[in-house]
């Protein structure tokens, strides 16, 4: 039998790299994504199995399509792109950096996707990567909490007009991937303390487990239009 296939875009760090590794480990064949092609070499080299590694901007819809008619058919789509813009008090947060925020998120998302179509099995699916930003009250994110939203709407809408594709979401919550390096470590460490004090689980994420959710919606052939939040209720408030 062959193993089937799953492009993850994103994957060169975070939960896109934990991603594949998971996948990989359950016996598929693996391509990576990534705009940064050292970075992107580097993390093929942390990979074990059949990994392909391809330098390719999610932002740019053409550049997108062509990457997709070069890696040919594929049966699963994985799009972990992040993007932190956006960040800031609802007040004073500046629109052009939100709007920068849907452009690395919401529309790359969707172009991606969209460029993906011809080359996708019909028995595949794509798991879009949201964030719990868009369902919790939190302060200070409206801006990337909108565009996580957005993608999160995306779910259920392809799950009825893509099928028999299915299609699901993950919603990661407070997660320790590089996304947070916008901090020193001297400030990572008490922002993650003030999260982990406000989850229920006691702590913040690691990426491996947000891989977990993301295998579960590839190979559960029953699921079709989820959202799955993997946040350790951190949305619940407390």
């Known amino acids: 039998m062959t193993a089937q296939h799953a492009v993850i875009l994103g994957g060169s760090s975070g939960i896109g790299l934990a991603a594949a590794a998971q996948l990989l480990a359950l016996g598929f064949k693996v391509t990576i994504t990534g705009r940064d092609a050292a970075k992107l070499e580097a993390a093929k080299k942390t990979l074990t199995g059949d990994v392909t590694a391809i330098a390719a901007d999610a932002t740019d819809a053409e550049a997108m399509r062509k990457t997709f008619a070069a890696i040919g058919p594929f049966d699963h789509l994985i799009l972990a792109l992040g993007s932190g813009k956006g960040v800031g008090p609802f ?3 500046d629109i052009a950096m939100v709007r920068a925020g849907f452009e690395e998120k919401v529309f790359a998302h969707f172009a991606s996707a969209q460029a993906a179509l011809p080359s996708m099995r ?3 699916s794509i798991v879009f990567v949201s964030a719990v930003s868009a369902e ?3 302060p200070g994110t409206a801006g990337i909490g909108a565009a996580n939203a957005a993608v999160a709407a995306l779910v259920p809408i392809l799950a009825a007009e893509l099928k028999p594709i299915r299609v699901n979401g993950v919603s990661p919550g ?3 991937t590089p996304w ?3 901090l020193t470590p001297e400030q990572k460490g ?3 303390a003030a999260f982990a004090a406000r989850t229920p689980v006691g702590r913040v994420g690691q990426p491996e487990e947000v891989a977990q959710a993301i295998a579960f919606l590839v190979t559960n052939g029953f699921t079709s239009g989820h959202m799955l939040v993997c946040d350790g209720g951190v949305r619940l408030g407390g």
Do not use: L, N, R
């Open 190 to 192: 008490p922002a993650f």
């Open 91 to 93: 007040a004073s947060v």
């Open 122 to 124: 019909k028995e595949g």
């Open 180 to 182: 947070w390096d916008f």
């Open 174 to 176: 407070v997660i320790d």
């Open 136 to 138: 919790a009250a939190m």
